[in-house]
């Protein structure tokens, strides 16, 4: 079977599309098509079922890329490395949520790099958990942080470690509430409180509203800023109350910035997963990463 009609298909397989495969490969599309029309004539089965957006595997499909993914990519890498080459000195290519990644993930490995160049070399996107497993599907990415635990036998994930979640707001606000510093008051009186969120749909305070209160927030967002990071400084500033995870605001707990609005017996978590394309493991620079972020993330639990 020609390796390079193996190549199309996988990088198809992960794209999802013939358009974004050929604009990996840097093929015309009707190259791809042609060449994944010889794989399948070869293997007398069908790989993609054509959709109006993009192709979906077929059970062949995805039995094949299971097994031929991984080999490709050790492949890859032994062409692009050289004989010579130190094996540890790749790129490693990062994604994850732009807080986590920031705080947690980056400057962990950056303990990897050298001073005098012999280390490892990094590349770091952020990027939502959809467009982080997509893009690690599709080969621009060699690990991924992600919240959500990826389907499928293209992709494997390890649980890193779980963060818990804070409700949290300026002191001023609290003292709006009542007492003590077991905030008594029920959801009623916290949604008189505006809301700082990432997202207009509210997913931090709604999963909180969920797990603790079995509602859901009537507020609506009053600052909504895509970073945690800007979330927490809103919420130090006044502007109400926000859910945070407890690494990102633990400062700033300490130094009374904010406070706790409440402190539920079993407080909500959220569990982090590294995220590899199955069968990379095999590449060192990949392998090392993996297990210096799970050693460091048993500090962050």
């Known amino acids: 079977m020609d390796l390079a009609l193996l190549r199309t298909f996988v990088t198809v397989h992960r794209a999802g ?22 794989l399948e004539r070869q293997l007398g089965r069908p790989l993609f079922l054509r959709r109006a957006r993009g192709v979906t595997p077929t059970p062949i499909g995805d039995e094949l890329a299971h097994k031929a993914a991984p080999h ?21 290519h990062l994604a994850g949520p732009p807080e986590f990644t920031a705080e947690r993930a980056l400057p962990s490995l950056t303990e990897l790099t050298r001073e005098d160049g012999r280390g ?21 990415h060699d690990l991924a942080i992600s919240t959500a635990r990826p389907r499928g036998a293209l992709l494997s994930a390890t649980a890193l470690c779980d963060e818990e979640h804070v409700l949290v707001a300026a002191p001023r606000w609290a003292e ?10 029920g959801p009623s009186a916290l949604e008189r409180i505006p809301v700082v969120e990432v997202h207009e749909s509210l997913p931090f305070v709604t999963r909180y509203w969920a797990s603790v209160f079995d509602s859901r927030p009537a507020a ?25 995870p407890r690494y990102l605001c633990t400062a700033a707990l300490e130094r009374r910035e904010v406070v706790a609005l409440h402190e539920p017996t079993v407080p909500p978590l959220r569990t982090y997963f590294l995220v590899i394309r199955t069968g990379t493991l095999v590449m060192p620079h990949i392998a090392r990463a993996h297990e210096w972020l799970e050693q460091a993330a048993a500090d962050w639990c």
Do not use: K, M, N, W
Request: charged residues 15%; negative net charge; aromatic residues 4%.
């Open 17 to 38: 599309s013939f358009t974004r495969a050929a604009a990996l490969l840097g093929l015309s599309q009707p190259a791809v098509t042609s060449q994944i029309r010889t």
């Open 72 to 92: 490709l990519d050790a492949l890859v890498e032994i062409a692009e490395s050289g004989p010579a080459e130190d094996p540890f000195l790749r790129t490693l």
């Open 120 to 140: 490892l070399t990094l590349r770091a996107s952020f990027g939502t958990t959809e467009e982080t497993l997509d893009g690690l599907a599709a080969g621009h």
């Open 176 to 185: 709006r509430i009542g007492p003590g510093p077991l905030r008594r008051a």
């Open 220 to 244: 609506p967002g009053t600052v909504v800023v895509p970073d945690l990071r800007a979330v927490l400084a809103c919420a130090a500033a006044g502007a109400g109350l926000a859910v945070l």
